[in-house]
């Protein structure tokens, strides 16, 4: 695997910590840790890298389907998710979270149209979810949780078509209450949803620039790309990426903290970046998702790599006495996804330039932002 240059992807410690039931928690060091458990956050997170996987993993087939079963498992009746399954004791409540409802839904709303070589089980099972899970969305009361899913009712208007309607709704409900979240807050020199950044901070604007590809709207796209500008623009003042440590999170008018830092919010950057290229086609996402993918092999506050090249794993982050050394799920799913992305944005890039040899037209102009 060379990061940086999108050549290969490395599903080794993905098989590794995975089981009959789904992917643990954590790792110590490389080996995976029973006693953590399973979590709806982690396997959504993993039934999406499967889903994406195309042909380049032969067995995520397999993979995919007992990442979905387990989400089918950790559902309730009533439509949301439980997110946590530990060994001996089922599953239990204690981290339950709008943001694992949200991803879950995301990773079901992306699995009802899965390819035609994934299991027929997995898309009944999605469908059921999602059936069940669409009447939740109103009551999700978080932006992160929000923008999850408004990125699924997105996929689902056009590949659920049973629900086509009900999910444009959802998605105008949930795409509209961001984009207003966006303008209240906002100030000149602070361009946020919120009065802090936190964890997976990308998200928000990434959900944007999907809303947008469905509602062509000035409002939306200024939103999406004045907000991901700021916060790259920030993270990026050293000359490289250097994400929102979680020792406090960047509350407005303070200091960014420096550790430690997390390798899902460098993901998150990673992968609005690569939705914001997609829909606008502008380079300066395109050339920021690379910045921010280098993150993972070495250009950070530490100049050390986190992609692990003798285990195929992702450490869990940099601290700030060095590199962590375990290597758990989260982490490692979070460089696949990257990865995926960047392999994406340089399709995107080849396709552009194939349609820029064989046609006249102008390229598509975006409103000043």
């Not at 309607?165 to 209450?177: D, H, I, M, T, V």
């Not at 349609?355 to 932002?369: L, V």
Request: charged letters at 25%.
């Amino acid at each position: 695997m060379m990061l940086g240059t999108c050549t290969s992807l490395d599903y080794r410690h993905l098989q590794r910590m995975s089981d009959e039931r789904g992917i643990l928690q954590f790792a110590c060091g490389s080996t995976p840790d029973p006693r953590s458990g399973y979590t709806v956050d982690d396997n959504a997170r993993a039934l999406i890298v499967a889903l994406q996987s195309d042909s380049d993993w032969e067995d995520r087939r397999e993979f995919a389907l007992r990442y979905a079963r387990f989400l089918y498992q950790a559902q309730r009746s009533g439509g949301d998710w439980c997110n946590w399954f530990l060994p001996g004791r089922g599953f239990v409540d204690d981290i339950d979270s709008n943001d694992s409802i949200g991803r879950a839904f995301l990773a079901c709303s992306l699995g009802v149209s899965a390819d035609e070589d994934i299991d027929e089980e997995l898309r009944l099972i999605c469908r059921q979810m999602i059936v069940k899970a669409l009447p939740l969305v109103k009551g999700l009361k978080y932006p992160r949780s929000l923008a999850y899913a408004l990125i699924g009712c997105c996929k689902l208007v056009d590949n659920f078509p049973e629900y086509s309607q009900q999910s444009f709704e959802l998605a105008k409900w949930a795409g509209e209450k961001l984009t207003n979240l966006y303008f209240r807050n906002r100030v000149a020199h602070w361009r946020w949803f919120e009065d802090r950044l936190t964890y997976c901070n990308a998200i928000l604007p990434h959900a944007l620039f999907e809303y947008y590809s469905l509602k062509s709207d000035s409002k939306i796209l200024n939103a999406a790309q004045n907000s991901l500008r700021f916060l790259s623009d920030r993270l990026f003042e050293r000359g490289y990426l250097s994400v929102v440590g979680n020792r406090g999170w960047w509350v407005r008018g303070g200091e960014i903290p420096l550790f430690d830092q997390q390798p899902v919010n460098a993901g998150s950057l990673v992968m609005a970046c690569r939705q914001a290229y997609a829909v606008t086609g502008r380079n300066e996402f395109r050339e920021t998702g690379e910045l921010a993918y280098a993150w993972y092999s070495g250009k950070n506050i530490l100049e050390m790599p986190l992609y692990n090249q003798e285990t195929g794993g992702c450490h869990d982050g940099l601290n700030s006495d060095g590199l962590n050394a375990n290597q758990g799920a989260e982490a490692l799913l979070s460089l696949i996804l990257s990865t995926q992305a960047m392999s994406n944005n340089k399709q995107d890039k080849q396709d552009k330039y194939k349609s820029d040899e064989n046609t006249s037209s102008p390229e598509k102009s975006f409103p000043a932002s």
